[in-house]
């Protein structure tokens, strides 16, 4: 059974300040990795997505992936109130199994 | 660009009966995928269509069952519905590897 874990939080920041979200995956194989945001009662937004090794960045997203231990992070910087979300961490085996396995995700509150 | 789009909205339905959503993807993306968002479980895959045919399902009973439109719009049926069906219904869309998803049909079996 291929896994996704995330901590469920909830996680408050205080806003201003980074907040990290963690996510591990527990199949080697996994290629793709994808980050969403989900406000109660709508429907996931994709934040970020990364697919080599290193960082990546976008406005105020960072995402990081470590294949070597299967670790994958996205840092948001000056968080803001609108950041306080769900956030899900979905892996995709490989490129031809378009599939994604989600975590459960974690909630984030930002505190004004 | 016109994001996903997914009908109806909410869906009450009584245990027993049958169950029809549909999605309309991006123009120009091939892709259809359908997730279950139900409360606690967080997101699972169901099925995923592509061209028309289908590519992969996830596990599911085979009372979920779907099909995909030469237009690429796709429809998700759900026979002899059971309570826990109930459920956020999700589609998404995709063209190259990452996933854009509607704003979803929620159902809710009595």
């Known amino acids: 059974q291929k896994e996704v874990e995330q901590n469920s939080g909830p996680l408050s920041v205080p806003e201003g300040a980074i907040a990290s979200l963690n996510c591990t995956y527990s199949?080697?194989?996994?290629?793709?990795f994808f980050w969403y945001r989900q406000y109660s009662g709508k429907s996931p937004e994709l934040i970020m997505f990364?697919?080599?090794?290193g960082d990546k960045e976008d406005g105020r997203f960072t995402a990081q992936l470590n294949k070597a231990s299967q670790y994958v992070s996205l840092l948001i910087r000056d968080s803001q109130p609108s950041d306080s979300a769900t956030y899900l961490c979905a892996v995709k085996e490989d490129f031809g199994n378009e599939k994604l396995t989600f975590g459960t995700g974690t909630r984030l509150t930002i505190i004004p | 660009e016109a994001g996903v789009t997914q009908s109806p909205t909410h869906l009450i339905k009584t245990r027993g009966q049958q169950a029809t959503l549909r999605c309309s993807p991006i123009s120009g993306h091939t892709s259809v995928y359908w997730y279950q968002q139900a409360l606690g479980l967080g997101l699972q895959f169901l099925l995923w269509y592509d061209e028309g045919e289908e590519r992969n399902r996830g596990n599911f009973p085979p009372r979920f069952s779907g099909r995909q439109f030469p237009n690429y719009s796709s429809e998700l049926n759900v026979n002899a519905l059971e309570l826990e069906d109930s459920a956020l219904y999700l589609c998404a869309s995709s063209l190259s590897g990452e996933q854009y998803f509607g704003p979803g049909t929620r159902l809710t079996v009595t």
């Open positions: 990364i697919y080599s090794n």
């Open positions: 199949d080697r194989g996994s290629q793709s």
